[in-house]
């Protein structure tokens, strides 16, 4: 069992940055594809960013490219979402994912297996 903590949501201008980081509590992390999903209030959840577990190519939804970068450090079980010239339509929820063991990242949220209790962006016009 795989538990994921996000953190580092909060409130912040259009234009601003903010970095999300996720913890996640089990040893086969480093061997498993991480990704950010987002949800805003009414709408479905989003796929943001997708990272690969060893090689490959992380992967973006078209509204963030460009503007936000995942990265993961696996000596410390965290995943990372560093996102730049936020704007008020990235105001949702955030969540990690962590997908199953050796298996290739994905777009797909039921291809994901562990998630987050999510963290609250904010971004204010």
């Known amino acids: 069992q795989v538990q994921l903590v996000e953190s580092g949501g909060g409130l912040v201008q259009a234009g601003g940055s903010l970095r999300l980081s996720c913890a996640a509590s089990?040893?086969?992390?480093?061997?498993?594809?991480m990704a950010w999903f987002r949800q805003a209030p009414g709408k479905e959840r989003e796929f943001v960013s997708g990272?690969?577990?060893?090689?490959?190519?992380?992967i973006y939804g078209d509204s963030v490219k460009g503007r936000f970068t995942v990265s993961r450090d696996n000596a410390k079980n965290t995943v990372y979402l560093q996102m730049n010239s936020l704007k008020p339509e990235d105001t949702a929820v955030y969540y990690c994912?962590?997908?199953?063991?050796?298996?290739?990242?994905?777009?797909?949220?039921?291809?994901?297996?562990?998630w987050g209790q999510g963290t609250q962006v904010t971004v204010s016009s």
């Open positions: 994912a962590a997908g199953p063991f050796r298996q290739s990242s994905s777009r797909y949220a039921q291809n994901y297996d562990y």
């Open positions: 089990e040893h086969t992390f480093s061997s498993r594809p």
């Open positions: 990272m690969p577990w060893a090689g490959g190519f992380t």
